[in-house]
T-cell receptor, first 112, second 114 residues
Framework: AQSVTQLDSQVPVFEEAPVELRCNYS??????LFWYVQYPNQGLQLLLKYLSGSTLVKGINGFEAEFNKSQTSFHLRKPSVHISDTAEYFC??????????FGRGTSLIVHP | DTAVSQTPKYLVTQMGNDKSIKCEQNLGHDTMYWYKQDSKKFLKIMFSYNNKELIINETVPNRFSPKSPDKAHLNLHINSLELGDSAVYFC?????????????FGPGTRLLVL
């Protein structure tokens, strides 16, 4: 069984400030981890993914995430956010024969 | 070319009607999915389907049925629509058998039941 917990439902932040969106997972097997972004009135698109290897993963739009196996976490970070980063962010665990499991989403709200 | 497309984009209908949403992917993927996203943005998987197996989320009412005419299409048919069916429905696809599970989503169909 797999599960994903996104600890914050909403994260407000000022433009050019750093941000961290938190994600914790549980799984009985090795996992692949994903972050997806959903801009208003659009479908989800992949930001980045961890499959294996380096625990620091870089994605599109300046985002990165760090896989921490001991803490079962996969937090998403960006050093300086823009207004255009305002969106819903979903953490997911899955891969292989497992249907991906999504977290409940974190709404990132960037204020000018 | 759009990788995963859905039609219609918006659907407004009366309670009790039957409707279908179409999905097509041109990525050559083996597996397709349907998700329901509620007003709080929670994504709930409804179905996962490849040419071998249909996996149904047991919480999905049997008024919902996936229909796949071929590998590139997975349509969603809904009978006797209810007010609670109002939501955004997303189709997605992924490569099975060695893929890493990355999903590619369509733009969504916004269903409003009156």
């Amino acid at each position: 069984a797999q599960s994903v917990t996104q600890l914050d439902s909403q994260v407000p932040v000022f433009e050019e400030a750093p941000v961290e969106l938190r994600c914790n997972y549980s799984s009985s097997v090795s996992v692949y981890l994903f972050w997806y972004v959903q801009y208003p009135n659009q479908g989800l698109q992949l930001l980045l993914k961890y499959l294996s290897g380096s625990t620091l993963v870089k994605g599109i739009n300046g985002f990165e995430a760090e896989f921490n196996k001991s803490q079962t976490s996969f937090h998403l970070r960006k050093p300086s956010v823009h207004i255009s980063d305002t969106a819903e962010y979903f953490c997911a665990v899955g891969g292989g024969s497992y249907i991906p499991t999504f977290g409940r989403g974190t709404s990132l709200i960037v204020h000018p | 070319d759009t990788a995963v497309s859905q039609t219609p984009k918006y659907l407004v209908t009366q309670m009790g009607n039957d409707k279908s949403i179409k999905c097509e992917q041109n990525l050559g993927h083996d597996t397709m999915y349907w998700y329901k996203q509620d007003s709080k943005k929670f994504l709930k998987i409804m179905f996962s389907y490849n040419n071998k197996e249909l996996i149904i989320n047991e919480t999905v009412p049997n008024r919902f049925s996936p229909k796949s005419p071929d590998k590139a299409h997975l349509n969603l048919h809904i009978n006797s629509l209810e007010l609670g069916d109002s939501a955004v429905y997303f189709c997605a696809s992924s490569q099975d058998g060695g893929g890493d599970g990355t999903q590619y989503f369509g733009p969504g169909t916004r269903l409003l039941v009156l």
